[in-house]
């Protein structure tokens, strides 16, 4: 059948929705937001009620935002509406043991060094979460809440998605939020390539007694890497890898005994340290979903890929999928073509696999050199530290490519409407 009179057919069809999104945590909100941007009638389905997203409590969780991720949630009109985020504006890293003083061989990041500002932001969960909502709502986001995708059957000119309630939605495209473990991708056949790491990630938020003066901090230490991140304030958010066995005997002790389990790894350059919210952990692992799309379904953050925290980049992979999806079904639509075709869903596959591929393969590498005691790995990625920090081009390249400005990047990640 001809493809216009295919389009032409599927565009008169009774639909409920353009596009169903399964999942309404960040990735999801963020991509219900730019569809909307683009046009589309969107239909997000959460188990949780948003008002129980709208009022977490402070947990300690925070995210490195990069400055593209910032531009596209200012694009969005969600920047504005987050309190409290703090500039990142320099980054030193150095090996590290408990007990020990850093290694002086570092290397050393400077937001003057490129031209955007500072190299990146953090945010508290408590404080995305509802201006996601808030924005969602106010652009005309229809939710489902205390519901979730049951199945879906794809067809030629449409997907109908049955959620555990019993309602049934017709739409164009279902667009898999749905997590690491995500039920979309599996029934839709994707299978993953990935593996775990023995680590687990203990987070928290600290208040400490000296300022950080926005300066973020990535000790290598053997069993994992120790990021310590600025928050407003005379606070900072922790992610502090350990072995898993480990790191389940720390996350069960008594705050106290945690804090003294951190002050080695710490140190004391903040002065006196203290909890400030509630405990998480974190198994760590990498898993890559062999494709990115199937019949009328795309994968877009944890589902289509989750890679070691290491560089802090898993939200802001997110946000670039999000603002490349948005980017593609925008433009085929506006094409006049159907928006659930393998060919659109393709270009977009073909534009993100890439970058998160090399972004895990990245991770991963780094994981496995710095996550050990070995003597003779460690004088070598010492010397290799600060022979990088002596290049200030190379320098630079590395602060562009964390924060999020080379490759082909979205209209939105540029600060451009779609």
């Known amino acids: 059948m001809d493809n216009a009179l295919v389009a032409h057919i599927f565009q008169s069809m009774d639909l409920d929705t353009d596009i169903v999104i399964a999942g309404g945590g960040l990735n999801g909100l963020s991509m219900a937001l730019a569809l909307r941007a683009g046009g589309f009638a969107v239909t997000l389905v959460d188990a949780v009620a948003q008002k129980v997203r709208a009022n977490a409590k402070f947990d300690g969780r925070s995210y490195a935002m990069s400055i593209a991720s910032k531009r596209v949630l200012s694009t969005l009109g ?30 050393a990041f400077d937001h003057a060094e490129i031209e955007e500002g500072p190299m990146g932001f953090m ?15 106010d652009a005309g986001v229809v939710h ?23 309602t049934t939605l017709r739409s164009r495209l279902l667009i898999a939020c749905d997590g690491k473990k995500s039920a979309i991708a599996d029934r839709s056949g994707i299978k993953r390539t990935g593996w775990r790491y023995d680590q687990t990630a203990l987070v928290c938020a600290i208040a400490h007694e000296k300022p950080h003066n926005c300066i973020a901090h990535q000790y290598f230490m053997p069993s994992g890497p120790l990021a310590i991140l600025p928050l407003q304030g005379n606070r900072a958010s922790i992610v502090w890898t350990e072995r898993d066995a480990r790191a389940a005997q720390i996350q069960t002790m008594s705050d106290a005994n945690y804090l003294n389990e951190l002050r080695p790894r710490f140190g004391s350059f903040l002065g006196e340290i203290e909890l400030a919210g509630a405990r998480f952990s974190y198994p760590l692992g990498l898993s890559i979903a062999d494709h990115f799309v199937a019949k009328r379904v795309a994968l877009v953050g944890d589902a289509a890929h989750v890679v070691h925290p290491i560089a802090g980049q898993g939200l802001n992979a997110g946000l670039k999928d999000v603002a490349a999806l948005a980017e593609v079904l925008t433009d085929a639509h506006r094409r006049g073509e159907d928006i659930g075709r393998p060919d659109v869903l ?5 534009w993100r696999r890439f970058d998160t591929a090399a972004l895990a393969v990245a991770t991963d590498g780094f994981n496995r050199l710095f996550s050990n005691d070995n003597s003779a790995l460690r004088l070598i990625r010492d010397i290799g530290l600060a022979a990088t920090n002596a290049f200030p081009g190379l320098r630079r390249g590395l602060i562009r490519e964390a924060a999020g400005l080379t490759g082909e990047l979205p209209r939105l990640a540029k600060g451009q409407t779609l």
């Not at 509406?81 to 061989?105: N, Q, Y």
């Not at 408590?126 to 969602?136: G, I, Q, T």
């Not at 393709?346 to 073909?350: H, L, P, S, T, V």
């Open 78 to 107: 969600v920047w504005d509406r987050i309190a409290d985020t703090s500039p990142i504006l320099g980054i030193k890293v150095t090996d590290g043991r408990a007990g020990e003083a850093p290694s002086p061989l570092m290397l």
């Open 123 to 137: 945010a508290e969960d408590r404080k995305l979460r509802p201006a996601l909502l808030a924005a969602s709502n």
């Open 144 to 166: 489902i809440d205390h519901d979730s995708v049951a199945s879906e059957v794809a067809e030629a000119t449409g997907i109908t998605v049955s959620l555990t309630s019993g």
């Open 346 to 350: 393709n270009r977009y596959e073909r």
